[in-house]
């Protein structure tokens, strides 16, 4: 079955640290895939997102992904955390073979701390 | 600009009550699904349809249903609404097409529903 799997319910980093939020994905093929990011109480914004080409793409804010084919992994990075960041965090995964099944991760909560 | 509408922010309902969540695009998308977020859970599927009159479960469909009779409305309905449905749903649209093709998903503002 078709499944995305965000392992970090929480991660805190300290403003300036790296950062890496994980997710990984069940499926045959290569799939689209998604970031999204949502601070408390408003709506999903996309961070970025992967078809095909370049393994590493990026993102508004900073953001990059990197898509690695034999881990099933779309794993999101940002060199600097801003305390802005503080939010919470999905990956998605577009299934076309299944009708186009868009599936979501739990959900990673970033805490930033100064 | 484009746009996903629902039609209400915020509901209120009582434990048996039939409830209707209705969602429009303007983005002649044939794709829309409707999903749940509720803290620690992450966005849930319900359904998605991929087509009009086309509909495929997701993963928590029990309790749920839709309905896409023309392309742009896309309706999730509650036939008796419980308690452990009150959360955050959400509609989303996005359009079809080979690699490349976009892709992106576009949600609306999401409808609050509190079941009593």
């Known amino acids: 079955a078709q499944s995305v799997t965000q392992p970090d319910i929480h991660i805190t980093v300290s403003e300036g640290a790296s950062l890496e939020l994980r997710c990984n994905y069940s499926?045959?093929?290569?799939?689209?895939l998604f970031w999204y990011v949502q601070s408390p109480g408003q709506g999903l914004q996309l961070l970025l997102k992967?078809?095909?080409?370049?393994?590493l793409v990026q993102g508004i804010k900073g953001f990059e992904a990197e898509f690695k084919r034999s881990q099933s992994s779309f794993n999101l990075r940002k060199p600097s955390v801003h305390w802005s960041d503080a939010a919470e965090y999905f990956c998605?995964?577009?299934?076309?073979?299944?009708?186009?099944?868009?599936?979501f991760g739990a959900g990673t909560i970033l805490r930033v701390k100064s | 600009d484009v746009k996903v509408t629902q039609s209400s922010r915020y509901l209120v309902k009582r434990t048996g009550e039939k409830v209707f969540l209705e969602c429009v695009q303007d983005?002649?998308?044939?794709?829309m699904f409707w999903y749940r977020q509720d803290p620690g859970l992450g966005l849930r599927l319900i359904y998605f349809?991929?087509?009009?009159?086309?509909?495929e479960k997701g993963d928590i469909p029990e309790g749920y249903s839709v309905s896409r009779e023309k392309k742009e409305r896309f309706s999730l309905i509650l036939e008796s609404a419980s308690t452990n449905q009150t959360s955050m749903y959400l509609c989303?649209?996005?359009?079809?097409?080979?690699?490349?093709?976009?892709?992106?998903?576009?949600f609306g503002e999401g409808s609050r529903l509190t079941v009593l």
């Open positions: 992967y078809f095909s080409g370049d393994t």
């Open positions: 998605a995964v577009l299934f076309m073979e299944y009708g186009n099944k868009l599936v």
């Open positions: 989303a649209s996005h359009a079809s097409g080979g690699a490349g093709a976009g892709g992106e998903l576009f």
């Open positions: 499926y045959g093929a290569t799939p689209y």
């Open positions: 983005m002649d998308h044939e794709n």
């Open positions: 349809s991929y087509d009009v009159k086309m509909k």
